[in-house]
DNA sequence: GTCTATACGAGGATAGAC
DNA sequence: GTCTATCCTCGTATAGAC
């Protein structure tokens, strides 16, 4: 879902490194935790399964990676957002948007996916993953906060609600042919009842 | 989460075939679909991984079982609900409650947790998945149409929403300690405020 | 119905050559 | 950094005895 610019072309050939947690990223998002394989990133990069070992000496680390370039790249977004002169509705709105991206390729947001798979993570990767959602959730909640004169209590549970939803949503649509628009037509009647705007 | 009455310690001892299903029900809402064995149930049912497959042959046959066993259960609640004297507030309220069970365990709505792992299901059991999907939110529409007077597109709309709500919290909840008590905490105050009531 | 035995592939991981 | 070769474990599934 934040990986658009992760996954963009560009000039300067991407290092195997980012190669191999660009794929897993993928996979993980679309198979979650256990049913992807280094046999799959493998054969995508092109590379042989021993030769990950090299750059990622276990699977526990590869997607503790994983999760902590996802959040960074999360938070560095919303930053953006924040910091852009949108009116904090908009902003809001340009947040939501991200959840839509990877949809139509059947990916969930990687750390909703990872939730679904806790009880089989190990404690390195599910404290990774607590990390994600306490930041996310504590910037959401500011948001919220400022742009609808939220006292912080509320803020906070309106920002775990939303969140829920969200990820509620991107599991609902993978089910049907429609998604990115489904995804639409089931939080923008919601997001402009709870928070109107912009 | 529907389980209560099949898990019911009873005189009557239960059939292997019940045991099996029983079994894998439970690993499956906690650990997902590609993450629980043929031996996993094998040692919790007193059994060999060998004659599991005299009961289910494939374990595709397995869960294509278990998701109609789950939505026929879930079907026959929501029309005990529907057919009690409560107000639809109320019945709204019993509905949501049946989401909290399984959460102090770890385990999730079965059909949550399978559409997290729709990528890698067999086609039968992704049907299976459908139907019970589909059947749920037209229970729930119905409900609310009766209930709140929403008319049909409306009705589908918000039952979806809801559905979405009650699935993301549960993926929410498992990432803390107090499972149960925060997903009414953040399910509540949604529901008291669109959805008014008893 | 349940068992033992076994086939067969896939998964994560390591050793050592290049 | 990447390769080949290999190890060991686990997973689903089958055959055939009891």
Redesign the interface.
């Known amino acids: 879902m934040v990986d658009a610019e992760v996954m963009k072309k560009s000039a300067v050939p991407k290092s195997t490194t980012q190669q191999i947690l660009d794929t897993a990223q993928k996979f993980v998002r ?6 992807f394989s280094y046999a799959d990133i493998s054969e995508e990069v092109g590379i042989r399964k021993a030769s990950i070992h090299y750059h990622f000496p276990t699977k526990t680390e590869l997607v503790r990676h994983l999760v902590r370039r996802y959040r960074d790249t999360m938070l560095g977004t919303c930053d953006r957002i924040a910091q852009s002169s949108s009116t904090a509705p908009q902003q809001l709105r340009d947040f939501v948007a991200l959840y839509r991206c990877g949809l139509g390729e ?1 990916q ?1 947001c990687l750390c ?2 990872l ?6 993570l190990p404690p390195e990767i ?1 404290a990774e ?2 990390r994600y ?1 306490q930041a996310v959730e504590a910037w959401l909640s500011d948001l919220l906060q400022r742009g609808y004169a939220l006292d912080p209590t509320l803020g906070d ?1 309106e920002s ?2 939303l ?7 991107q ?2 649509v ?2 049907q042919a429609d998604s990115p628009e489904a995804f639409d ?2 939080i923008n ?2 997001l402009d009842r709870q928070f109107p705007g912009p």
Chains 1, 2 share one sequence.
């Open positions: 679309s198979r979650g935790y256990s049913a059947g969930l909703a996916m939730m679904a798979d806790l009880a089989v599910q993953l607590q959602v549970l775990k609600g969140l829920a939803l969200l990820h509620g949503a599991l609902r993978r089910i037509r089931l009647p919601w």
